[in-house]
């Protein structure tokens, strides 16, 4: 995992990974196939918002399970706002490791403002290498305006890459993106052995350019095919009913039998 700190020099840091990139790259991947909850386009740009800011961990999971089934293979550059990093922490590589991502394929980018965040984001969508871009930013900022959201769109549809752009602390606004999303972290269900779950989420799309159908999936992250998968049905989930009585009424019941 290569990580350019926020300086003066950022882009420039950035351009020469990014040919460097370009020379080792082979032959471009296929589009992303269907998830299993609904099927994303690529080489555009999809907004991912946070349901409140105890979901900015959630947001940046989900966004960065997107890129991975949207890079097909290619490297995959993460944008962080610092800001972000400081309300929902750093990425860490054996964290990254269980999603299923080697931190080889990544090139960490972290900005101290949403301006140079955008600017990288144009810059590595427009690179032939790079098979999706995620930007993680926290809060609200005018340099997230429409002509902003036009200018990344460009940038994907130029370059090929596919732009997950997740955020925390904000509300939806318009913007050139094909989708826009709505997501929450869910409660996992405990594996065999009691071994901790995979990671869960509530993602509900709010939004498809052009219309289409919107829903609200529960779905989880399948590591090992690096994939969204539905949760498994719960065995044995549900009580009965008799047991849900209220006591008296069982008391009662029992007495007039008598």
């Given at each position: 995992m290569k990580n350019i700190c926020s300086q003066s020099d950022t882009l420039v840091a950035l351009k020469s990974c990014l040919k460097a990139l370009d020379r080792a790259a082979g032959c471009r991947g296929s589009d992303a196939d269907d998830d299993g909850f609904v099927s994303l386009a690529t080489g555009v740009v999809h907004d991912v918002y946070a349901s409140a800011p105890a979901d900015a961990v959630a947001?940046?999971?989900?966004?960065?399970?997107?890129?991975?089934?949207?890079?097909?293979?290619?490297p995959i550059v993460w944008g962080l706002h610092e800001m972000m990093a400081q309300e929902a922490g750093r990425p860490h590589g054996p964290g990254l490791h269980e999603m299923g991502l080697?931190?080889?394929?990544?090139?960490?980018?972290?900005?101290?403002?949403?301006?140079?965040?955008?600017?990288?984001?144009?810059?590595?969508?427009?690179?032939?290498a790079v098979g999706a871009v995620l930007l993680s930013a926290w809060g609200e900022a005018k340099a997230f305006s429409l002509t902003a959201s036009r200018r990344l769109a460009l940038a994907?549809?130029?370059?090929?890459?596919?732009?997950?752009?997740?955020?925390?602390?904000?509300?939806?606004?318009?913007?050139a993106a094909e989708t826009r999303w709505s997501v929450a972290s869910c409660a996992s269900g405990p594996l065999?052995?009691?071994?901790?779950?995979?990671?869960?989420?509530?993602?509900t799309l709010l939004r498809r350019r052009g219309g289409g159908a919107t829903g609200t999936w529960i779905m989880e992250w399948d590591r090992e095919q690096r994939t969204f998968r539905s949760p498994a049905p719960l065995s044995g989930g549900l009580v009965p009913l008799a047991a849900q009585r209220p006591a008296a009424a069982s008391g009662a019941a029992g007495r007039r039998a008598a």
């Open positions: 947001v940046n999971a989900f966004g960065l399970g997107m890129a991975l089934r949207a890079a097909a293979g290619r080697s931190p080889r394929d990544l090139l960490l980018v972290r900005t101290r403002d949403v301006q140079t965040l955008l600017a990288v984001g144009e810059e590595a969508l427009r690179s032939p994907a549809e130029t370059g090929g890459a596919t732009l997950f752009l997740a955020r925390a602390g904000a509300l939806p606004c318009p913007s065999e052995g009691g071994a901790p779950g995979r990671p869960s989420f509530s993602a």
